[in-house]
């Protein structure tokens, strides 16, 4: 029996540590442990619901503008506003644009090398790649030329000794299964989509101002709409717009799905490992009828449990006996004690460290062993992420869904049961993006029409000054982040924020224990999974990127002597 810490885990956003115990080349426990915290919830109390959003986008420089979303949602709630449909179709194009960019650059550039082995692609027959390329997708980069040129780069990036951004990998590693061919093809579109992925968020820019951190608005939007008016938004913005969600359309459905869909091939047996747990969770996204109607979202909000796909079950953020979270494992301190379960609109934020000064050998795994607190909907552990958001969907009957859903596994050849899996993970994030990445077209389409017919505003006065306000509300914002379930809670007291917190997608998955013992999403998605090489441990690698672990949104803190520690160890 052996001990693997590694710490941090790497091209993730935020500071994760998995330790995991290895009998007979399998593991048989895991402990995720959120290293950092930094507590917006205490940096927000005493100041004005209506910059809420401007402090919780800086929990992440990732996800920055689902947590202005959430924030701005959270304080409408309280006051009951209501925005205009233009705002609504704005704040769902820049979101959609997120969710696509960020799936994108999480594939190729957080999880592919998981698969890709880019040292590989140095012997690789360039006019055989071309031809894969071609026969799987009309992206018009594709000739044997450019392959040559692409594998020439990273030639020379070996043979310099260093291999820059793609430097300590496990190339070579024996659970490596793609061709030299189709690891160049990989590599190839790897430094595309960098290229690619700076363009698309110009949507941010344009609508909000800036990316990242873009400008957002209680009761709206930061942006005027005038088509001839030079600091608006206006004909020349809009076509740009247009022209940027085209190009976006272009290299999902011509790269990123042709890519997944190839390298999935080869990783068939990974539809049967990851699985973890048994529940997912989605409140649901893309409001098309106003945020206060969730039943016409284009994702829905529900729960399924124990994978039983006959049954959604209704999800209310508001029922202070769904949502609670546990401290058991945490290191904080509530005042009805560790075992207590707190609704976050009763949550506290208190601060209580009891481990050892890093770097230290191992968890305290029988104590407290985590900055990230522990949530649980109905004292069920649960899954969140784009495989909840397509299971919920799926189970809703969402044709859609349903449709590019069964098509995948038709063609994958492989059953429903391996979209309980690390791979399903990895693919339902694809498939997502497939069908995001249209929806993004239809609000703009949708709000382009409603300009031509001379609909042009995107905010509302009524409820926004505090002259207006209740003596007391309080708030809940739910939104579906790239990540998965997002929420953010608010009590307003005396026009100030009296509490408030924030319940992100990774405080769901990469959580401790709870006070019975129940993993979370990382630990029991762990539990069975093959180690090959225990100096090594590509697996546990796949299978914690696979759910794009985001501890920025969950916890940050730096080492008093700012010190960076990284290692793999073996104990």
Not at 56 to 68: E, I, K, L, M, N
């Amino acid at each position: 029996m052996k001990r693997i810490v590694v710490d941090p885990v790497t091209r993730i956003e935020g500071h994760l540590r998995i330790e995991a115990v290895v009998e007979n080349g399998v593991i048989t426990e895991a402990y995720s442990a959120g290293m950092m915290v930094r507590g917006l919830e205490l940096i927000l109390k005493g100041r004005d619901p209506r910059d809420a959003w401007a402090f919780t986008q800086r929990a992440c420089g990732v996800c920055t503008t689902t947590h202005a979303l959430t924030s701005v949602r959270c304080v409408e709630d309280a006051l009951g506003i209501v925005v205009p449909e233009n705002a609504e179709l704005i704040r769902n194009i820049m979101n959609t644009a997120l969710y696509v960019q960020d799936h994108v650059v999480h594939f190729y550039h957080l999880h592919a090398l998981d698969w890709v082995d880019v040292v590989s692609c140095l012997s690789a027959d360039p006019a055989e790649t071309s031809r894969i390329a071609q026969s799987i997708s009309r992206w018009p980069k594709s000739s044997p030329h450019y392959f040559a040129d692409v594998q020439n780069r990273i030639k020379r990036f070996v043979e310099s000794g260093q291999l820059g951004i793609f430097a300590n990998g496990y190339w070579g590693h024996r659970q490596f299964k793609l061709p030299p061919e189709v690891n160049l093809l990989a590599v190839a579109h790897y430094l595309e989509a960098l290229e690619w992925q700076k363009e698309l968020v110009k949507i941010h820019a344009i609508f909000g101002g800036k990316n990242p951190h873009p400008n957002y608005l209680v009761g709206g939007v930061p942006c005027s709409i005038h088509l001839n008016e030079v600091n608006a938004i206006n004909s020349e913005r809009l076509n740009h717009v247009g022209s940027l969600i085209k190009a976006a359309i272009d290299f999902v459905e011509q790269v990123y799905i042709p890519d997944l869909l190839a390298i999935a091939g080869f990783y068939k047996d990974w539809g049967a490992i990851g699985g973890g747990l048994p529940n997912y969770l989605s409140y649901g996204e893309f409001p098309t009828k106003g945020y206060n109607n969730p039943e016409y979202f284009k994702i829905p909000r529900g729960a399924i449990l124990d994978r039983n796909l006959e049954e959604v079950h209704e999800v209310n953020g508001r029922d202070e006996q769904e949502i609670r979270e546990y401290i058991k494992h945490s290191w904080y301190s509530y005042a009805g004690g560790d075992d207590a379960g707190l609704h976050p609109w009763e949550g506290e934020t208190k601060f209580n460290y009891t481990g050892p000064k890093p770097p230290f050998e191992q968890l305290d795994v029988e104590g407290k062993y985590s900055w990230v607190k522990t949530p649980r909907w109905k004292d069920h552990a649960m899954e969140v992420g784009p495989l909840s958001r397509m299971l919920v969907a799926y189970a809703s009957g969402n044709t859609e869904v349903q449709d590019i859903v069964n098509d995948t596994l038709a063609r994958l050849e492989v059953p429903v049961t391996a979209l309980f899996s690390t791979l399903g993970r990895t693919a339902a994030r694809g498939l997502e993006t497939q069908l995001i990445v249209h929806w993004m077209k239809d609000y703009f389409d949708h709000l382009v029409q409603n300009v031509r017919t001379g609909l042009t505003s995107t905010f509302t006065q009524e409820g926004w000054e505090p002259s207006t306000w209740p003596d007391s509300a309080q708030g809940l914002g739910l939104t579906e982040a790239p990540r998965g379930a997002l929420a953010h809670f608010i009590r307003i007291e005396n026009k100030k924020i009296a509490n408030y917190q924030l319940v992100v997608p990774t405080t769901w998955n990469a959580s401790p224990r709870d006070p019975s013992g129940q993993r979370s999403s990382y630990e029991a998605a762990l539990i069975g999974t093959p180690v090959a090489d225990e100096e090594q441990p590509l697996e546990i690698i796949r299978t914690i990127h696979s759910f794009d672990p985001c501890l920025a949104c969950a916890v940050h803190l730096y080492d008093p002597e700012g010190k960076h520690i990284q290692e793999v160890r073996i104990g």
